[in-house]
């Protein structure tokens, strides 16, 4: 089977599962608060379990200072992708409202609900070691300065306001995170959690809760596709951009970046580096609808990108895996 046609398959079995959540959203089997349930199952649980339990079973802290090349392209990235969406909202004049979306389409992709499970179809769990890199570089920019953006973009507020807006500091340490630092902890004072055999139930319950992740992720993607309606997507100036700024511009970003740092002589595996490009083209965040909403600004604009993103990731996910599989 070639690399095209088990990228094809895997992003086919991923769609079959957002499927199954769209039709049976659509079909009333899933009630209006089956999608928060399953939200915070994932947020609050199985992710916080998935990524404490694979950090403790992948890495070593002789393998984690390795991975450390992961976070400077990432943080690298996104420090470009600011620029880039900043200057790009100057220029075609974004109205207020947008701005914040916009700027965050560009720059924060969707790494807990699709970037997750599409990297364990494409790659498997030995890929898992560096999409946790590029998960917590998009964490903590979400949380800082995208958060402020879009709180700063907040139509309603006058400018002397603005000066003074802030974020929720405690959004910086979600529980998926705060379950990666954990296990930080348990590597660096070399607790041997995982290789206690008296302890292997709790390894155990730890791998069935996190199983849960890639089924439930997906299945609550195809909730909130039902519920924002495929017929609400539109291809307007603002979207079309930053739809380019997704797909494109983010993951050439960090491809330009370790593409520089190997031709400086830091070399980087190919499965690091086709993992980070991947994650860099993950679809839009599923928060920014909330985040507008809280801000005042263009909900209906926030819920097309991410939608049209979601739809369309399809489509480039299988032409990304070809561009990437010389990186192998």
Do not use: C
């Not at 969707?110 to 599409?118: M, R």
């Amino acid at each position: 089977m070639t690399a095209l046609s088990t990228s094809i398959q895997s992003v086919l079995t991923i769609v079959l599962l957002i499927v199954v959540g769209y039709v049976l959203r659509r079909q009333g089997r899933f009630d209006d608060q089956f999608g928060k349930t399953i939200s915070d199952l994932l947020m609050k649980i199985a992710l916080p379990a998935s990524i404490f339990i694979s950090v403790l079973q992948r890495l070593t802290l002789d393998k984690l200072v390795s991975l450390s090349s992961g976070l400077v392209y990432g943080f690298g990235a996104v420090i470009l992708g600011y620029l880039i969406a900043f200057l790009l909202v100057w220029l075609l004049k974004v109205r207020p409202g947008r701005r914040g979306t916009f700027i965050n389409m560009f720059v924060n992709a969707n790494t807990i609900f699709i970037g997750l499970p599409l990297n364990l179809a494409l790659f498997g769990d030995k890929a898992v070691p560096y999409f946790l890199m590029y998960y917590v570089v998009n964490t903590v920019s979400t949380w800082t300065v995208g958060a402020f953006i879009m709180a700063w973009d907040d139509p309603t507020q006058k400018k002397s306001e603005k000066s003074s807006t802030g974020f929720n500091w405690k959004k910086l340490l979600p529980a998926p995170l705060v379950g990666f630092l954990v296990a930080l902890v348990f590597l660096l004072l070399k607790i041997p959690f995982i290789h206690v055999g008296w302890l292997s139930f709790a390894v155990n319950a730890l791998d069935y809760v996190g199983s849960l992740v890639t089924p439930l992720s997906l299945i609550y993607i195809g909730i909130i596709l039902a519920d924002a309606g495929l017929k609400a997507i539109r291809f307007d100036r603002d979207t079309i951009v930053a739809l380019i700024g997704r797909f494109v511009i983010a993951p050439a970003l960090i491809a330009g970046l370790i593409l520089l740092g190997m031709h400086a002589g830091f070399n980087v595996p190919g499965l690091e580096a086709q993992t980070l490009i991947i994650q860099a083209a993950a679809p839009g965040l599923a928060v920014l609808p909330i985040l507008a909403t809280e801000a005042h600004a263009d909900v209906e604009y926030a819920t097309n990108v991410v939608t049209t993103s979601t739809v369309l990731f399809v489509v480039v996910v299988p032409i990304l895996m070809m561009l990437v599989q010389g990186l192998a």
